[in-house]
């Protein structure tokens, strides 16, 4: 009975129904879109990090993380080699070495990290290649070939074909010194690593350091990179004890840290707008009930309890709540879903963003049910809540004043 | 308790005018007018041991021009400071290159030292402020503070000096978190010509991570006396003197 008298009322003010239905379903609409973007311009950011340079695991001696000096490489990169090449769950794999050196054009002289890389293998681990935007690539034959980030290019004034000397340490602590001549000049977006990195053959520069069978770490990626936690992991149980593998949560770890104070930022930011609709419909609620005082009254003097006026005013809410959220929440997941297959692309925001060392171009939806589900939840509760002190107010009156309100 | 207060006050002055006065004696006789000196570096680290045999000319604390002798893949590499700015010849290369700020924290020639050391672009009396700590004749102990728009590496320096031979002792110096970094400590001190100079100096970084690391280096010919050619402190030595 209570049901139905709950379901007459609320079409029976259509206006102030309506409005309820639409601000909540509004709400939820907003939040779920609103966190899908949030999510997806972070596991996009961190994706483009993880694939551009970073990759998606790491194999390094314990402590390299800390301190990337020659006292923590990898002394025998082939032994590692074979323990990888066995490992079914790997789907690329290959050493990098890694170092700080002098880079020397003319009069400019610039500290940078060389990477010492394997050109044919690193096509397939990372996006040195593909950011290639003057003269070509390296490749595994190369010798005194340098491929250099556009920004390091352009504070060393050099271009394709210049000579530029490279001065370092060797593993023996002599001074490695050589001429290399610009091969290629690559952009990835990421300023910084643009405007530091330089990359050479690691064979080559592994006669220039000595460090033949050496290599600070080996880049990883798994058949599938959803499983590299739990592949990481079992990596973990195999290697000799003085080794480590580490998943690019550990690799990127400031930038996660980043990610999830951007995120904190984000919902604190939404909730003053939630915190504002929240009002809204309990205004609504409370405008609604007290225009219905008299019949309040009534009920309660044909023997309806202040319990019983509760239970059909909190009804009467659920249901308009419940099927705006419920609609609410199946047309953000679709909008979620669809920008997740169809992201936004919006020319220059690469640009805009570069700045901040971030790589976009295109603005994407992360959809996951599972967070849907919460904030459905969420924002269930949160309208549900907002009848509550109506409902407490009304119930404060008694029968005779509810009788002769005006 | 007015003269009490100002009494105290007087002797901070006064200890660190004479802390002032000590480091700057310290630093007059270590420098000289004019130096010329042959020193042999011993490198220890977990990679192994390395000997490099160096030569160098210096005038004062702005110029100075070093050239390496020893081992042979690193021979007839030169350094030149002038004032602030560093230059390094490479031979193998035939370049002059401008050592960059960035650089001067990078370890020179795979030591323990900085470029910064080699360069002494800062200079104890100069930017830090000195304070007497401890005074037990004839060694004192004194703290430096670097001044607050001093451009320096340290949080701090606290150095034992003997006051008699205005030599160091030890330096131990310290980061921005007043943590213990490196200690540095002088031994066989001998009369050489007009001055008298530790021969033997030694570099401990304080670094768990580099327990086995050490830097020694020992004078093995020192001239204070007989000006430098100032042909030396050009750029167009570098190339000149590399051989």
Known sequence: MLYSLALKNILASKGRSITTFLLSLFTTVLFIVYVAFMDGSHVQIIQNSVEIYTGYGHINVKGYEEAKDYDH??????????????ESSLAYFSPRFETYALLSNKEISIGSMIGGIIPSKEKNLSRLQSALIKGTYLDDNDTNAVYLGSDLAKRLKADLGDKIALIGSSLDNATAADLFTVKGIFKTGLFEF?????????????????????????????????????????????????????????????????????????????????LVI???????????????????????????????????????????????????????????????IHPILIPGLADMYKDYGVVIDSIATDFNPLTIGWDTLAILLLNSLSIGYPIRQINKLSVTETMRYV | MKYLFVWLISIVFVFADEADDIVKAVEKNLRGDYMYAQMRMI???????????VESWSQGDKKSFIK????????????????????????????????????????????????????????????????????????????????????????????DIDISRKVPLK?????????????????????????????????????????????????????????????????????????
């Not at chain 1, 490489?73 to 066995?86: F, M, N, Q, R, V």
């Not at chain 1, 593998?245 to 909730?271: H, N, P, R, T």
């Open chain 1, 194 to 274: 643009d405007s530091n990195s330089a990359f050479v053959n690691k064979t080559y520069l592994d006669t220039l350091m000595m460090s033949q069978n050496k290599a600070s770490y080996f880049i990883l990626r798994f058949h599938h990179d959803k499983d590299t936690f739990k592949e990481i992991a079992s990596l973990n149980q195999k290697l000799p004890r003085e080794y480590e593998a580490l998943s690019w949560k550990d690799l990127l770890s400031a930038l996660v840290q980043a990610m999830e104070v951007d995120s904190l930022f984000g919902y604190l930011s939404i909730s003053i707008f939630f």
């Open chain 1, 73 to 86: 490489l990898i002394e025998d990169a082939a032994s590692i080699e074979t323990l990888l090449g066995k």
């Open chain 2, 43 to 53: 490198v220890t680290s977990k990679r192994g041991q390395r000997t490099v045999k």
């Open chain 1, 278 to 340: 929240f009002f809204v419909i309990m205004i609504f609620g409370y405008v609604n009930i007290y225009t219905r005082t008299k019949q309040i009254g009534l009920l309660r003097a044909l023997g309806f309890t202040p319990g019983a006026i509760k239970k059909l005013l909190f009804g009467e809410h659920l249901i308009l709540i419940a099927s705006s959220v419920l609609i609410g929440a199946l047309i953000g997941s679709a909008v979620s879903y669809y920008f997740h």
């Open chain 2, 68 to 159: 390496i002798l020893y081992p042979k893949q690193d021979m007839g590499i030169t350094f030149l400071k002038l004032d602030t700015q560093m230059w390094q010849y490479l031979p193998k290369i035939e370049r002059i290159i401008k050592i960059p700020p960035s650089m001067m924290l990078q370890s020179w020639m795979g030591s323990d030292f900085t470029n910064d050391d080699m360069v002494k672009e800062s200079s104890m009396s100069k930017d830090y402020d000195a304070r007497l700590l401890l005074k037990k004749m004839p060694i004192v102990t004194i703290e430096l503070i670097p001044k607050p728009n001093a451009a320096v590496v340290w949080g701090k320096i606290v150095t």
């Open chain 2, 171 to 243: 330096e131990v110096y310290y980061d921005d978190q007043m943590q213990e970094v490196r200690i540095m400590t002088f031994s066989d001190i001998r009369q050489a010509g007009s001055h008298i100079l530790p021969m033997k100096m030694e570099l401990q970084p304080l670094d768990p991570d580099k327990k086995q690391n050490r830097t020694q280096v020992f004078f093995e010919k020192v001239n204070y006396d007989n000006p430098i050619d100032p042909a030396y402190f050009t750029k167009q030595a570098l190339k000149r003197f590399s051989n």
